[in-house]
């Protein structure tokens, strides 16, 4: 038996919500990066899948149900977690229900629905900003679904 002790990365998800023009974020309750901007999202737990995760984080810290539209990607910069190396997937949703209202909740003080068109204007937590980049990127190669589902 081996003795030897590995460091891995720790898995998280994050998810891009989308309404329109708008995006979902939190207002961050702890730190690293406390009072800040983020996606919601949270850990992986032991024997979840990660479309599991994201469904559960996205219901704990704003109450919403989603239901998942595609992987938007995999972040695995060793120095985008000032805690450890930690990974996320990235995964774009929609809400179940297009009239619930979303609570903050768990890790989440604030909720706020973000124009795009304003995301310029703000500061956001672990690389956030870069994620948010990549769905912009990514919207735009898939407008046809989009403009399908408004």
Do not use: C
């Not at 992986?44 to 990607?73: C, D, M, P, S, W």
Request: hydrophobic share 40%; no cysteine; aromatic share 10%.
């Amino acid at each position: 038996m081996s003795t030897k002790l590995y460091k891995n990365p720790i898995p998280t998800v994050d998810a891009i919500i989308q309404r329109e023009s708008e995006i979902l974020l939190i207002k961050r309750k702890k730190d690293p990066f406390k009072d800040m901007l983020a996606l919601p999202g949270g850990f992986v737990n032991e024997y979840e899948k990660v479309e599991e995760a994201i469904v559960r984080e996205v219901r704990e810290e704003t109450t919403l149900e989603i239901k998942l539209v595609e992987i938007l990607g995999v972040y695995s910069d060793p120095k985008r977690d000032p805690r450890k190396h930690i990974l996320t997937v990235v995964f774009v949703g929609e809400t179940v229900n297009k009239n619930a209202k979303a609570v903050a909740a768990d890790d989440a003080a604030a909720i706020s629905w973000l124009d795009l068109e304003f995301i310029d204007n703000h500061s956001f937590a672990f690389d956030h900003r870069k994620i948010i980049n990549d769905y912009m990127k990514w919207r735009i190669s898939h407008s046809t679904f989009w403009s399908s589902k408004n």
